[in-house]
């Protein structure tokens, strides 16, 4: 397996512009999250989805961050506008409830940074 | 806040040496698992250890539990310069085995000097 896709994995933009970052979770893992990294608040989980279904966003900073899971292979995380505060490492993961490990899977990071 | 809290920030060792990280936690968990991450890299799953064990084994790695203290520790032996990362503890309060419930302490970044 490939593991967890991400893209871009660095993507430099100027403030107020749109910003959307792909994943592609491991085939067969039923749950996904979008994680933040960044050195002042280290990592943050932004929002997860079990089977394509969003069940939690209260990590999801403010209303121009928006994700989306259109099927089980695919998930959008998308910045409207962007500001520079949202500078930051993205990340994807994915897990499987039937692993009995709760063990999650990254990828390798989408590097924000907005000028 | 974070569940998981690291200790040391940094730890610098030589080549050959143990490294102990700690991490301690404020609720209860059902289990605690241990990641790495490279610089530029995702974080990688190192080992898990659920509340109802102690200690743990893996390779060169080995964890223990404390859950009166809230407390476990990640040991290295012999490490090489290979293992220079940063180590993140994360603690499940979940009783689904889905990781939905991860909690990311602040990490600890080894530095193993040649």
Not at chain 1, 23 to 46: A, N, V
Not at chain 2, 9 to 32: D, H
Not at chain 2, 47 to 63: A, T
């Amino acid at each position: 397996d490939a593991g967890v896709i991400q893209s871009p994995r660095h993507e430099v933009t100027e403030m107020g512009q749109e910003v959307t970052l792909r994943c592609k979770p491991i085939s067969g893992h039923d749950y996904l999250f979008w994680y933040r990294q960044t050195m002042m608040r280290g990592l943050e989980l932004l929002i997860y989805f079990n089977n394509n279904v969003p069940i939690d966003d209260s990590g999801m900073p403010e209303d121009r961050f928006s994700a989306k899971m259109p099927n089980a292979s695919f998930s959008t995380l998308k910045i409207q506008p962007s500001e520079p505060r949202d500078s930051a490492v993205y990340f994807c993961a994915s897990s499987w409830r039937g692993s009995n490990t709760g063990e999650l899977f990254f990828g390798e990071g989408s590097r924000l940074t907005v000028l | 806040s974070q569940q998981g809290e690291e200790d040391p920030q940094a730890l610098s060792i030589q080549e050959g040496e143990n490294a102990t990280m700690n991490c301690s936690y404020k609720t209860s968990i059902n289990n605690l698992q241990w990641y790495r991450q490279n610089s530029g890299r995702g974080l990688v799953h190192l080992i898990l250890i659920r509340s109802n064990e102690r200690e743990k084994h893996s390779g060169r790695l080995r964890v223990t539990l404390d859950t009166s203290k809230k407390s476990s520790s990640l040991l290295i032996t012999a490490s090489r310069a290979a293992d220079t990362a940063s180590y993140f503890c994360a603690t499940d309060s979940s009783w689904e085995t889905s990781g939905s419930r991860l909690t990311f302490g602040e990490g600890t970044q080894l530095t193993v000097n040649p």
